[in-house]
């Protein structure tokens, strides 16, 4: 059976960090588009960041640049996220999901489940203090 399972939620001080994983069975990520989603709440779905296929190339919402980054790790068939300098606002469910592109191009941010071909189940990022 064909997934993403993700992995790595937990409860982090402001200011802290956290890295969370997402695994890929049964298909290669290295012809999809992949993403995080998160979802605080009370609030709608957010796409914080998107990475093409190949280059990788990163698409990053304000919310987060230069605090998260996505990392791909082509011979776990594992994408990460790599949150620093977390702060209350960045509570929420986070998703990770992978699109099927051959596409160089950037990838859009979107948060919608429907324009995915995977949606791993979440993993809660709980920051207080």
């Known amino acids: 059976q064909s997934q993403l399972v993700g992995s790595g939620g937990g409860l982090v001080r402001p200011g802290g960090s956290l890295r969370l994983s997402c695994t890929a069975s049964g298909f290669a990520l290295d012809y999809y588009i992949v993403a995080w989603i998160r979802q605080a709440p009370g609030k709608g779905p957010e796409g914080i960041v998107c990475s093409t296929p190949g280059r990788g190339r990163g698409t990053y919402a304000d919310s987060v640049k230069g605090r998260f980054f996505l990392l791909r790790d082509k011979r776990q068939n594992t994408f990460y996220l790599q949150m620093n300098s977390l702060t209350p606002d960045d509570t929420a469910e986070y998703y990770c999901?992978?699109?099927?592109?051959?596409?160089?191009?950037?990838?859009?941010?979107?948060?919608?489940?429907?324009?995915?071909?995977?949606w791993g189940q979440g993993s809660q990022v709980t920051v207080s203090s």
């Open positions: 999901a992978a699109a099927r592109s051959l596409s160089s191009e950037l990838c859009p941010l979107d948060s919608t489940k429907e324009s995915y071909s995977y």
